[in-house]
């Protein structure tokens, strides 16, 4: 089956850090991919959406500055968190919808996601 | 308001017993789909099953499968013969068909958490 891959899985860094987060489609090609965020015990915010080779679309709230993403190849996005701080520690998770012309059958495939903590 | 809406925010069931999970849902698009996600408390989103809003069949994938009553607009997930390893949140998701410039977004809802008691 589809497998994307994530990485890391988890990272500690100091406040003031810029971290970037990995998302890898390894056996298709992903046309779109997706960044969530997700606090403890709740359901995945979207953050923005990423197709390759344009910029990205980010959901109302979330700062285009703060996290950089960039999609340029088929099977790469990346979530650079610029100057983090504690607030932005959480769980982010990405995750890619491969371009089957089935449209709205096909699940996205998930990463396993990246434990942020910011001190 | 709620496109997707889980009522149950827990749920503790006998290992071996059946289970069911609501899940209801609004649009107002005739083409769609209903996907629900297994999240384990190590964070992986696992895919589980799918049903298309045209499908006349409910959708079965081994012990999982989906009540799905349109006119209701609902699409509950069943899992048979409950095991230990089951205990996890459990997400209903909807993508709307759309236009051309659809980006095949998920819309979630807000989670079960499911524990199987031994």
């Known amino acids: 089956g589809a497998v994307v891959s994530q990485h890391p899985s988890w990272v500690i860094c100091k406040s003031g850090t810029s971290v970037k987060i990995e998302c890898r489609s390894l056996?298709?090609?992903?046309?779109?991919m997706f960044w969530y965020r997700q606090f403890p015990k709740q359901s995945l915010m979207l953050m923005a959406t990423?197709?390759?080779?344009?910029?990205?679309?980010?959901e109302q709230g979330v700062e285009k500055d703060k996290f950089l993403i960039n999609h340029a190849s088929l099977t790469l996005s990346t979530l650079t968190v610029t100057s983090a701080h504690p607030e932005d520690s959480s769980f982010y998770i990405c995750?890619?919808?491969?371009?089957?012309?089935?449209?709205?059958?096909?699940?996205?495939?998930f990463g396993d996601g990246t434990r942020l903590s910011i001190l | 308001a709620q496109k997707i809406t889980q009522t149950q925010p827990g749920m503790f069931v006998q290992e071996k017993e059946a289970v069911t999970l609501d899940c209801t849902y609004d649009?107002?698009?005739?083409?769609?789909?209903l996907f629900w996600y297994k999240q384990p408390s190590s964070g992986e989103m696992i895919f589980l099953i799918y049903?298309?809003?045209?499908d006349e069949q409910n959708a079965t994938e081994g012990r999982y499968s989906l009540n799905f009553q349109k006119a209701r607009k609902s699409a509950n997930l069943v899992i048979s013969a409950s095991q230990l390893g089951d205990s996890a949140m459990y997400f209903c998701?909807?993508?709307?068909?759309?236009?051309?410039?659809?980006?095949?977004?998920?819309?979630w809802g807000a989670g079960t958490k499911l524990i199987i008691k031994p």
């Open positions: 990423s197709n390759e080779g344009s910029k990205a679309t980010y």
């Open positions: 049903q298309g809003s045209y």
């Open positions: 649009t107002s698009d005739q083409s769609y789909g």
């Open positions: 056996d298709f090609q992903a046309t779109t």
């Open positions: 998701a909807m993508r709307e068909g759309g236009g051309s410039d659809s980006n095949y977004q998920l819309i």
């Open positions: 995750s890619a919808h491969e371009f089957t012309g089935l449209g709205v059958n096909q699940p996205q495939h």
